[in-house]
């Protein structure tokens, strides 16, 4: 079965742009985070999604937003880039009990310039 | 609120050797304690967890993490180091019936030949 897949794997962008970054999970898995993990840093939570509702979220901004859809993907959206939002953001996908592992992806890059 | 400390940076061995990498948590009620580890360039990897019932978890790898309670450890071990080992390691909590991840900020295994 293939894992959880991100796209793009790297991308830049200018300050005051907006980005999208996509989210495919595992095959069966309903649940869908998003972390942004600034390097020498543990990986913060900024959302999840179950069934297409946001569960929670993270100490973010509102630029910072997200969506699921009815074959489980997940888009996460950021507006008005900002250089501190330079950072590796990771995908995990689990099965919809709590108690579960997450399965990661290899996350998208994103470097603003 | 929920937290997690990884009191070291890094942690320096030599193959054959065994290591132990450090994790102490803060949750309100029982909690759910995942390891995980990271490669360069790629997200993490799930190694063990502990939800409930034996204190003593085995994982991948040949890893396990002993849960101490009174301690509010969950410190990570294995018998006998390898080179390829070395990696980033990060230790995560949960509370029960949580849907927000906490991860500490990781500590970084160098096992030398």
């Known amino acids: 079965d293939a894992g959880v897949t991100q796209s793009p794997t790297h991308l830049i962008k200018t300050r005051g742009q907006q980005v999208t970054l996509r989210c495919s999970p595992i095959?069966?898995?309903?649940?869908v985070s998003w972390y942004q993990q600034v390097l020498g840093q543990g990986p913060q939570f900024i959302f999840q999604?179950?069934?297409?509702?946001?569960?929670g979220r993270g100490n973010f901004p509102d630029r910072f937003s997200a969506r699921q859809f009815p074959n489980y993907s997940s888009e996460l959206n950021v507006n008005a880039l900002l250089l501190g939002d330079s950072a590796l953001y990771l995908c995990?996908?689990?099965?919809?009990?709590?108690?579960?592992?997450?399965?990661f992806g290899d996350g998208t890059r994103l470097s603003i310039l | 609120a929920q937290s997690v400390a990884q009191p070291e940076d890094q942690v320096k061995v030599a193959e054959g050797n065994p290591l132990t990498v450090k994790c102490t948590y803060s949750?309100?009620?029982?909690?759910?304690l995942f390891w995980y580890v990271q490669y360069p360039n790629r997200g993490l990897q799930f190694l063990l967890k502990?939800?409930?019932?034996?204190?003593l978890v085995k994982g991948s790898y040949g890893f396990e993490a002993e849960f101490n309670k009174s301690q509010t450890s969950f410190h990570l071990k294995k018998p006998s180091a390898l080179v390829s080992d070395s990696a980033l390691y990060f230790c995560?909590?949960?509370?029960?019936?949580?849907?927000?991840?906490?991860f500490g900020a990781g500590t970084r295994l160098f096992v030398k030949a």
């Open positions: 995560a909590v949960r509370e029960t019936g949580g849907f927000k991840t906490i």
């Open positions: 999604y179950y069934e297409k509702e946001e569960r």
């Open positions: 949750v309100s009620g029982n909690p759910y």
């Open positions: 502990y939800i409930t019932g034996d204190n």
């Open positions: 995990a996908s689990s099965l919809e009990r709590v108690n579960q592992p997450q399965h």
């Open positions: 095959s069966g898995h309903k649940s």
